[in-house]
């Protein structure tokens, strides 16, 4: 299965204590790095909101955000301590008495006093319940889009691959052609030079030529390469890293038969290669 990184899912849920909205946004990373934007009330959700995105993700960099609108029904109450409000008026009226010019106490002003007035807690529980199956939601309709966008991209390394497995054979099949050209090219060459022809001479410097042209065990490896990442993009899990791997692979066997080329055409091919194994590269650097 073959999933992206960049992706983007957005979830609501409402109930009689209000609504909530939960995004995720994720983009490549070579790990798996969340991070949250919670509503306070929320926050010792997060453990288990990460281990939900361990379970579903292996790679990218997580934005995580949480947002609660309260119920327009929900009013806020305040909880008024009498017996601290009497207290501090009396302690206010007998420091009055003491003063020459005393101040007047108001009632904000005892209530601005600590642990005159309160606000009682909230109960979350609901909310938090509600919030736990909507992260759960919302992280799986991120999945399944990151694997719609990684199926996208299916073709795109389908068809590079089978591409550069025609240009591995095409170099292939030249081999023999080639090499009978050089060895054609090589004789001209004595002969220009009027030198004696030399069986011997010829043939060392033909196996000479053979053995610095020999791309065969490059040609090997291009199509074990070409293979295993064909084999890789079937495969379950994470796929991302294993590929960059085989790219890596792939373009230092497309530079070595580069450099070993006797041929133009060889030479054109190569690049070509390269172009191609550099086309999938930067996709799969957005693999998981």
Known sequence: MIRSMTA???KDVQGDWGA????IRTVNHRYLEPSFRLPEAFRELEG???EELRNQLKRGKVDVSMRLQSAENVTQSFEISEEMAQAVNEAANHINRMLDNPAHINALDILRWPGVLSVPEQDYGPAKEAATGL?????AELASVR????ERLRPLFEDRLKIMGELVSDVRARMPELLDAQEKALR?????????LDPDRVTQEMVMLAQKSDVAEELDRLDAHIGEVADTLKSEGAIGRRLDFLMQELNREANTLSSKSIDAGVTRIAVDLKVLIEQIREQVQ???
Not at 20 to 23: D, H, I
Not at 147 to 150: D, I, L, P
């Open 135 to 139: 992260f759960e939601q919302t992280v």
């Open 48 to 50: 288990r909101f990460r």
């Open 286 to 288: 957005n693999l998981e």
């Open 147 to 150: 694997e719609r966008e990684g």
């Open 8 to 10: 983007f899912a957005r």
């Open 20 to 23: 909530l909205t939960c995004e």
């Open 188 to 196: 001209e060459r004595f002969e220009k030079a009027k030198v004696e």
